[in-house]
């Protein structure tokens, strides 16, 4: 059996961009917090309602894990607050302010 070679090159697909505008932008809706650069101002909210909640040891891990916001905060779950090393009753303390946080959005 002869062996047929595909010599048309081509890719698959031909995708070609309909606009260079991001999503949010063809669709007119404001770009969710966690994509958008966070100000010093969210950064500052944050450390404080960490004082506020004597957890304030926890900044810097929850910072590795890019949550740099009170918006960011409220995005968490149980499972992101167990990975780094949250003990149970910090982490009461902690899904007690995320519930707070997603109630007045």
Request: glycine share 4%; with cysteine; charged share 35%.
């Amino acid at each position: 059996m002869a062996e047929v070679k595909n010599t048309d090159k081509k890719p698959a697909f031909n995708f070609k961009p309909v606009s260079t505008q991001s999503v949010y932008e063809v669709l007119d809706v404001e770009e969710p917090a966690l994509a958008r650069p966070v100000s010093r101002q969210e950064e500052e909210e944050l450390s404080q309602t960490l004082k506020s909640l004597k957890l304030q040891k926890y900044e810097d891990k929850l910072r590795e894990i890019g949550c740099e916001s009170l918006e960011h905060l409220a995005n968490l779950g149980e499972t992101d607050l167990e990975g780094v090393g949250v003990p149970l009753g910090h982490k009461l303390k902690f899904m007690k302010k995320i519930k707070q946080l997603k109630s007045e959005r």
